[in-house]
């Protein structure tokens, strides 16, 4: 489980105690629920680590970090054009509410950076006035209520009785004399190998669906290739059969159900009982047969190259698998953008294949970033009660709110996510705009189209008037440019 209070409040009093003045030089977010922060002390860097992720949860020095895939995320951006610079002032641990807080200072400018340790849990970067900067954490904003600019309020604590179960747990840190941290390098000790191993193991079976997938499909399909491919001797079959009704034409009547013909073979005479079609004439019979053996015959050799196109696709998924399972945890940590896009499907693209921006209340709202990306956002990547925008009329990128299952859209989000869609599309520019949304269940492929082509049904239309204000604030919030102080 994640740290406990006894724990949080050694850890955080080890810290204020001991990296107070420390200057913050640089800022990592690998994950939503995961930060890091440089600090630099006389003669050396400590690396913060705040993790916000359920059982992993904890505040502690680790000696490495994960990688920060792909392009960084934007809490990732304000830490560091808001904290570089910046000196530690003190640290707290709010242990009713679960709160672990950081205040930083420079030239009378002041940031507090928060880990919410309970659930839903995740980070925030504070102003001044206590107003949120930045968050960060899956669903993290929508079940808080909170987002950029609003006023940062405490969760609300856990009932009395499990606060006191908490603090009565005893602490499972275990302080190393070589360690210059004691209590936060045993913190990491304690959770930190675990997070690496069960987030390695997430992205191992990540890496893994797409070829699971594709070698489920491909072996239930060479199961039926091959009973294709088998059936030759019914082609043969068809072949004597029509053979034998073409050298008795003369001895078969039009309307009559079946025939008893005389076949010559090796091991000599013997009779043959055929069926007929009384609808057909007898020449049309064995045509008929002439014709299913041709077709057998074709659909026997395709069956064939198929079969060793699928028996190669088999053994590549399988090879795949094979070399899934031998990456060591380094390896498949640096592929930790896997993290980031919801399992399922045909897994994940290398980096993502959509530019995320901050919407009205902490909204999550994905642009496509090109012909080919559109397709990837919107069939592999957007849930199919995730809601798909798009500017009418115009070539454009596709738009996704990734919304919880069953919730409803907001106006203001909406229309954020609208402003999107026109800017990233031929209407930039306009001042006003047409944009269509649809659930992305409803979202088609055009059979044969280029790239990003797409129809849809069941669409709402509405027009929209360009709000440069809004458009402003949301290009800010994924290029991370901080308003003036």
Known sequence: ??????????????????????????????????????????????????????DLARVSVADDRFPTPGEPAPFQRWLRQELTGFKLQGARFMEAERVVAFDFEREDVRRRLLLE??????????????????????????????HPGAAWTPPEPPPLEAREKARGQPSRL?????????????AERLLGARDKA?????????????????????????DKVRAEAARGPDAEKH??????????????????????????????????????????????????????????????????????????????????LAQIERMEDAALLSQAEVLQLPSGGEGAREGRPFKEYVGHGGARIWVGRGSEDNDALTFKVARPWHLWLHARGVPGSHVVLPLEKGQEVAQEVLLDAAHLALHHSGAK??????????????????????????????????????EPERLERLLKSRHAEPPAP
């Not at 990296?19 to 860097?45: D, F, H, I, M, N």
């Not at 013997?270 to 057998?296: C, G, I, M, N, S």
């Not at 520019?429 to 849809?456: C, L, M």
């Open 239 to 320: 072949l004597e059969v029509g053979e034998l009704l073409a050298q008795n034409l003369y001895r078969l009547k039009r309307g009559a159900t079946e025939a008893v013909l005389t076949a010559y073979t090796e091991e000599g005479a013997k009779e043959v009982r055929v069926t007929l079609d009384p609808k057909r004439t007898p020449k049309e019979e064995a045509d008929w047969h002439f014709h299913q053996y041709r077709r057998l015959l074709r659909g026997v050799e395709q069956a064939r190259h198929r079969e060793a196109e699928l028996a190669r696709e088999v053994a590549h998924a399988q090879q795949a």
């Open 198 to 222: 069960s987030r390695s193991e997430t992205i191992r079976r990540r890496l893994a669906q797409p070829y699971r997938a594709r070698l489920k499909r491909a072996s239930r399909t060479l």
């Open 117 to 146: 340790v309970g659930a839903p849990g995740g980070l925030l970067l504070l102003s001044d006035t206590g107003r949120v900067l930045m968050l960060s954490g899956e669903g993290f904003a929508q079940r808080r209520g909170l």
């Open 429 to 466: 520019g306009e001042p006003r705009g047409e944009v269509s949304y649809v659930p992305a269940k409803f979202v088609r492929k055009v059979k044969g189209g280029a790239p990003g082509q797409v129809t849809f049904t069941r669409e709402k239309t509405f027009v929209v008037r360009m």
């Open 1 to 54: 489980m994640s740290l406990r209070p006894v724990e949080l409040e050694q850890v955080v009093a080890e810290l204020a105690e001991r990296l107070t003045g420390a200057v913050a030089q640089k800022a990592w977010c690998p994950l939503p629920r995961l930060a890091y922060v440089e600090l630099r002390v006389p003669g050396k860097s400590i690396l913060l680590c705040l993790c916000a992720e359920g």
């Open 174 to 186: 275990a302080p190393q004399d070589s360690d210059a941290l004691p209590y936060s390098q045993a």
